[in-house]
């Protein structure tokens, strides 16, 4: 039952669940949180597999620097609901901004 599954569990099926309509474009909203560490981590692993094996895009909102890290190849920074930034998680991450700087502390 849905209600017995770990929340690793309820993760993979879900994007199971999307895949099956073959979609161009997967949206992730915050797709680690309430995960363990190691949970998380192969959640990451998967939606990489995912975006090489069936060539998808991928739009991650998430607050997880990891798997920012990780996925993303441009990261657009919101604050106070503007896009105040955007470049590669690098660029980012050495910004002098005090308002980007914050993030990546």
Do not use: W
Request: one cysteine or more.
């Amino acid at each position: 039952m849905p209600s017995e599954l770990s929340g690793g569990m309820r993760k993979r099926i879900g994007l199971a669940r999307s895949l099956i309509l073959k979609p161009a474009i997967m949206l992730y909203d915050e797709p680690t949180t309430g995960l363990d560490p190691i949970t998380a981590k192969e959640i990451v692993s998967v939606m990489l597999m995912l975006q090489k094996k069936y060539n998808t895009s991928s739009i991650i909102i998430s607050h997880d620097m990891y798997c920012t890290q990780k996925i993303a190849n441009r990261v657009c920074m919101l604050i106070d609901g503007i896009n105040y930034a955007d470049g590669s998680f690098n660029e980012l991450k050495t910004h002098t901004d005090s308002n980007i700087h914050a993030f990546f502390e």
